[in-house]
């Protein structure tokens, strides 16, 4: 028997022993976790599974041990990862930390900011967001005003971010704001660590056509910062910064990936079949509208495709130590882009029936998709614009001339 054998079999067992009922079944809208000190869970079970495997370091399976991490290989994490999705198990815990801050802090920040705030991540203590935009400073985020004056062991913070997701109910936020002059902008940036709950800090949520949103405008006055927050050098906080936005797409990238998890299962098909057949005619199974069936099969192959070029890629960085690179804007670019044609499909399948808005004839899977609908015409904006995308990708992955 082999060490990776024994290891799923040891895997195996201890999800079966230590999953709760409730966290194998499918995730409802308020099933996802996203900890932090005030965090509600919607069931005993969804706290009792982030304090298993937050316990165990399996929310950050690779992250070292040291930090609380669970210190696996890449070959134990896949196996982890394939056991986790055989058994059916929920994610333990959705956050920003795991997905953006923690592997910028890994690199980036010292081995007292490490030992601060990495275990809080894993066991999800604390919430984070991101205060990256601002009302002028989209696209060229390295324009940004948000200004940190030093006084004394403390940085004075003034200014506002905007596109802040779930800012109004996170513990603490990671922002870039700026210390040294304005020209050359990205040489007077730095990277902070800011506590939310303080005076000085206010956040505001912005609504979208869609009729809910994670956004918000957050607010700083004369806001106090402790030094021992700063992440990096001082006026060095760009390097950061373009670390975590790789991290960052590479996290969006996903989107639209329903068929990933049947694909690795060996099966294919993105669920966009089932969905439309409730609402269009049908024979023998199959549905009629020929240009519609070529549409489904042709977005299920791209998502089968793209799903096996994020494994691909992942391979290929099995025995790398770099972090994500330039070339995920390729995946976030395509993620987006893609997610929201998934949904054109799911409303022209819908015909009528997606006109809903609330109540009536209108079912809660067709209001959902509707809004859900609306929502991804964000997802080719947030994160960097699909134009910025394809500006890093003919720059830093295809070194075409300026």
């Not at 799903?307 to 770099?322: F, G, M, Q, Y």
Request: with cysteine; glycine share 10%; hydrophobic share 35%.
């Amino acid at each position: 028997m082999t060490d990776l054998t024994l290891f799923r079999e040891e895997t195996r067992d201890w999800l079966e022993t230590n999953c709760p009922p409730e966290m194998k079944k499918p995730m409802t809208p308020h099933g996802m976790t996203w900890g932090g000190r005030n965090c509600k869970f919607s069931h005993p079970d969804q706290e009792l599974w982030l304090k298993r495997l937050g316990e165990k370091g399996w929310t950050a399976p690779t992250w070292p041990k040291e930090y609380g991490g669970g210190g696996l290989s890449y070959d134990e994490n896949k196996i982890l990862a394939e056991e986790m999705t055989n058994l059916g198990t929920r994610m333990p815990l959705a956050s920003f930390g795991l997905w953006m801050l923690g592997p910028a802090l890994l690199e980036y920040a010292s081995e007292e900011q490490k030992m601060e705030h990495i275990p809080k991540i894993i066991k999800g203590e604390i919430r984070w967001c991101q205060g990256y935009s601002e009302p002028g400073s989209g696209s060229d985020l390295a324009s940004l005003k948000t200004k940190a004056i030093e006084d004394g062991d403390n940085f004075i913070v003034n200014g506002q971010k905007v596109w802040t997701s779930y800012a109004n109910e996170c513990d603490m936020i990671f922002t870039l704001v700026r210390t040294g002059p304005q020209e050359p902008k990205h040489d007077g940036i730095s990277f902070l660590l800011i506590d939310m709950d303080q005076a000085g800090v206010e956040t505001k949520p912005i609504k979208l056509i869609s009729g809910a949103s994670p956004f918000c405008e957050t607010f700083f006055t004369d806001a106090v910062v402790p030094k021992k927050n700063l992440v990096h050098k001082l006026n060095k906080g760009w390097d950061v910064a373009k670390n975590l936005l790789q991290h960052e797409r590479k996290m969006l990238a996903s989107m639209g990936l329903g068929g990933s998890k049947a694909a690795s299962k060996g099966k294919t098909g993105s669920g966009l079949a089932t969905l439309s057949k409730k609402y269009v005619e049908v024979k023998d199974e199959k549905i009629i509208d020929e240009g519609l069936r070529q549409k489904i099969a042709k977005c299920d192959m791209n998502s089968h495709a793209f799903s096996l070029t994020l494994k691909r890629v992942s391979e290929e960085a099995k025995n790398s130590n770099n972090g994500p690179s330039a070339a995920t804007s390729i995946f976030k670019l395509y993620g987006s882009e893609h997610n929201k044609q998934k949904y054109e499909i799911m409303l022209e399948a819908m015909g009528s029936q997606a006109l809903g808005w609330e109540g009536g004839e209108f079912g809660p899977e067709e209001l959902a998709i509707t809004r859900e609908w609306l929502r991804t015409k964000a997802n080719s904006i947030e994160g960097g614009t699909s134009e910025v995308q394809l500006n890093v990708i003919s720059k830093r992955v295809l070194d075409l001339p300026q």
